[in-house]
């Protein structure tokens, strides 16, 4: 039977509990245990889809199609276990669900209320497919106090008596902030933020406090006092130098430990965590360093790319390398020229994103890195730029744009229409809906044998996540290839162009799909374990 972690949050957002989450997994499975983490979202959207990359960070994207929340990306890369649709829900499904049911009639005349109605959907959704799993972590969005997460806590206050007794416990993360003036670390934060979750029912088994000094003992006691937690259940959770640290930073203050005694588990399987040391030492103990371009449109919000930095990170361990970033917001280069951004750097990476904004300093770096032999990685909008600049500066089509733009004499990239996805045909129109409308999730590849792609990967066929809605256009294909830049992959049909690269260049590939999704820290994306590797060579030379 699957016990269940519930992981709140208090005082402010953003203290990671996600990474924390994620950690926690991570040291369980390290022990044995079989593990699912799933993420409940208090907001109104679907899913995140259609939200602001600088508001609330990328969309990860799971194999079965689903938009999720980003926290799902430390899930998998903590844990290795891919994530599904099943293990995101938001307010706004949950209400979906529900309004779709009474508009059948299905609550046959009954008033559809938040409780239960609303509570019991979120319950469902908890309890549902966790047969083959011996924890289960559930992480709430937000913080305790906000208004929109009130149904999410009543839910697992009722799930705390609804579950066998012992079958469910509660991890509360919050903030110690040091006090300069006073010289001190403050626990009355923490202390409102629990009163604030023991209010609405539910008391903390184990505090999580954000510090980032240590937190004396006294400190811990008097959490421990006030917040009605034993003393050995008050975790310090310090600033650490790389997040992959985490879980042999929360294992040396015994969060895992004391989890399983919380559930009587004892004594418990011993962990064993020499993967994660070896990935620290090789963050610690890097044998060389090189610089990689970011050149995109949300560099404002890292997290609008957290999966791009983390996957980088994992080239550079796959290389032994420090990998540091320059981030560059595109329309720099529509004004400027791209040269004293660019020539220093080791490699070229142009990210996904939407929209004509930064379009044409995108196409500016990639012709820099094109003509100046410097290591060019395009991702999804980064390849359809790097086919455009092709097209204009190779084969001669001066207008060559995208649809996406407007309307154009020269549609090098195109919206899409129609695809295949399994054994169904997938219909899109331009006036449709933006929400869970583009090709998204898994989809298969063909590679050209022989070409630096297929060597990259050791394979012909390939599956990889997704998550466009334009498409390069493969009636310009024949000119483009004449002109120098090889189709090196497409979909298994022959229909959608998947990869291209230039065959004369150091290293010049764009890919449609989005392999930082599939990068772990035990398992570096081929790609990226590749291009560190050629701006390695670069950086020998400059």
């Not at 937690?229 to 992959?244: K, W």
């Not at 695809?419 to 063909?446: F, I, P, V």
């Not at 390939?462 to 466009?468: K, N």
Request: charged share 25%.
């Amino acid at each position: 039977m699957a016990r269940y972690i519930f992981i709140t949050g208090g005082v402010v957002s953003s203290l990671g509990k996600g990474i924390a989450s994620a950690a926690l997994g991570a040291l369980l499975q390290a022990r044995g245990y079989r593990v699912r983490l799933r993420k409940l979202d208090p907001y109104l959207n679907v899913d995140p889809g259609t939200m602001s990359p600088t508001q609330h960070g990328e969309v990860f994207v799971t194999d079965d199609g689903a938009e999720t929340d980003l926290d799902l990306g430390h899930y998998e890369r903590f844990t290795g276990r891919s994530a599904n649709k099943q293990d995101n829900i938001t307010t706004g499904r949950i209400y979906q669900g529900i309004i779709a049911k009474e508009r059948r009639g299905d609550y046959l005349g009954g008033t559809v209320q938040v409780i239960p109605h609303v509570t019991d959907a979120i319950k469902e959704f908890v309890l549902d497919g966790n047969e083959d799993y011996d924890f289960v972590l559930c992480e709430i969005g937000g913080t305790v106090g906000d208004i929109e997460a009130l149904p999410f806590f009543e839910a697992i206050r009722q799930l705390g008596n609804d579950l066998p007794r012992g079958g469910a416990i509660y991890v509360h993360l919050t903030l110690m902030p040091y006090i300069p003036t006073a010289g001190e670390l403050k626990t009355k934060p923490t202390q409102h933020s629990v009163r604030e979750l023991r209010a609405i029912g539910i008391a903390p088994d184990i505090l999580l406090v954000r510090a980032d000094r240590p937190i004396p003992k006294e400190e811990r006691r008097k959490l421990s006092l006030f917040c009605n937690v034993r003393e050995t259940a008050v975790i310090q959770a310090l600033d650490v130098a790389t997040i992959y640290d985490v879980p042999i930073a929360y294992h040396h203050e015994g969060l895992d430990t004391e989890v399983l005694a919380a559930f009587g588990i004892d004594p418990a399987p011993k962990p064993q965590l020499h993967r994660w040391h070896q990935v620290v030492d090789a963050i610690r103990n890097p044998e060389g360093e090189v610089t990689i371009a970011i050149v995109g449109k949300y560099t404002g919000l890292k997290d609008a790319y957290k999966s791009l930095i983390e996957a980088l990170q994992h080239g550079g361990i796959a290389n032994r390398t420090r990998v540091r970033l320059d981030w560059i917001e595109a329309e720099v280069f529509e004004q400027e020229d791209p040269a004293p951004y660019l020539e220093r750097v080791n490699g070229i990476l142009v990210p996904g994103g939407f929209g004509e904004r930064g379009s044409e300093g995108k196409i500016h770096a990639a012709r820099f890195a094109r003509e100046r032999q410097v290591p060019y990685f395009g991702i999804c909008f980064g390849m359809q730029m790097a086919v455009i600049e092709a097209a204009r500066s190779l084969a001669g089509i001066d207008k060559a744009s995208s649809t996406e733009f407007g309307a154009t004499e020269e549609p090098i990239v195109g919206l899409m229409t129609e695809w295949l996805k399994g054994n169904e045909l997938e219909k899109r129109a331009a006036e449709g809906d933006l929400g869970g409308t583009m090709r998204l999730g898994s989809y298969k590849a063909s590679l050209k044998d022989g070409s630096r792609i297929a060597e990259i990967y050791g394979d012909t066929e390939i599956v990889e996540r997704h998550r466009h809605r334009y498409e390069v256009n493969r009636a310009y294909r024949e000119r483009l290839e004449a002109a120098g830049m090889s189709f090196a992959g497409m979909s298994p049909d022959g229909l959608l162009p998947e990869t291209v690269e230039l065959p004369d260049h150091p290293w010049f590939i764009g890919v449609q799909y989005h392999p930082e999704l599939k990068s772990r820290p035990f398992e570096p994306h081929p790609l990226f374990t590749s291009f560190i590797e050629a701006a390695v060579k670069r950086s020998r030379l400059v």
